[in-house]
Structures are given as structure tokens and as C-alpha cells.
Nanobody
Framework: QVQLVESGGGMVQAGGSLRLSCEASGTFSSIMGMAWYRQSPGDQRELVAEITRSSAINYADSVKGRFTISRDNRERTVYLQMNTLKPEDTAVYYC???????????????WGQGTQVTVSS
């Protein structure tokens, strides 16, 4: 069974940094796109950053210049380095990945369980 397991969330003061990690576990052929989303209470889940298998990257305007997404294909892990954090970055952060279970199969979307990030002013 394929799972995405996140770690690295927590509480930090404004201006601080956190690094999130998400590792894919289980048996599968390959991981295509990977991404981080976030959701605050009462808001819709929004894309924070995404990275393709060839490392093409896209960021939400609100985090450009502060957050950095990266991936290690050998370790099957995606990271989100978050610097200069603001109170408005407070949310549950979710890892997302499109994974191909077999070399000839279609990709399927998977989600992590979420990790809380709280930024105090």
C-alpha cells in the first residue's frame, strides 16, 4: 500500500523557519509530480508549491522568495523549506504525489495526512 508520510511541522515565531519532509512508502514504480498544499480553517485547500519529476517548479505567489521545494527521487522524498514565515502561513500542510504503481499503469493521486504549521506574531 502506498502512503505519504509527512514530518517537520510545528510552531514557530514570525520570521522563523521550518522544513517539511514527505516520504512515499510502499511498492510502486515511479513518482511523477509532487507538491505541497495547505489549508486554513474555513478556507479551501490551496497549492503552495509543486515540482515535476524533472524538477520543474511552480510556487504560489504568496510564498515566492520565501519557500523552496525540492525532491530526492532516490529517497522518494519531497521537501519544503519555509523561511521568513508569517502568521498567514499558519495552516495544515499536505503532501501530494502522482504515483505510478506499475511501469505500464496510470498514475494515481495520493495525499499525506497533513502536518500543522503554526506561526505566531
Amino acid at each position: 500500500q502506498v502512503q505519504l508520510v509527512e514530518s517537520g511541522g510545528g510552531m514557530v515565531q514570525a520570521g522563523g523557519s521550518l522544513r517539511l519532509s514527505c516520504e512515499a512508502s510502499g511498492t510502486f514504480s515511479s513518482i511523477m509530480g509532487m507538491a505541497w498544499y495547505r489549508q486554513s480553517p474555513g478556507d479551501q485547500r490551496e497549492l503552495v508549491a509543486e515540482i515535476t519529476r524533472s524538477s520543474a517548479i511552480n510556487y504560489a505567489d504568496s510564498v515566492k522568495g520565501r519557500f523552496t521545494i525540492s525532491r530526492d527521487n532516490r529517497e522518494r522524498t519531497v521537501y519544503l523549506q519555509m523561511n521568513t514565515l508569517k502568521p498567514e502561513d499558519t495552516a495544515v500542510y499536505y503532501c501530494n504525489a502522482d504515483i505510478r504503481r506499475t511501469p505500464w499503469g496510470k498514475t494515481r493521486e495520493y495525499w499525506g495526512q497533513g502536518t500543522q504549521v503554526t506561526v505566531s506574531s
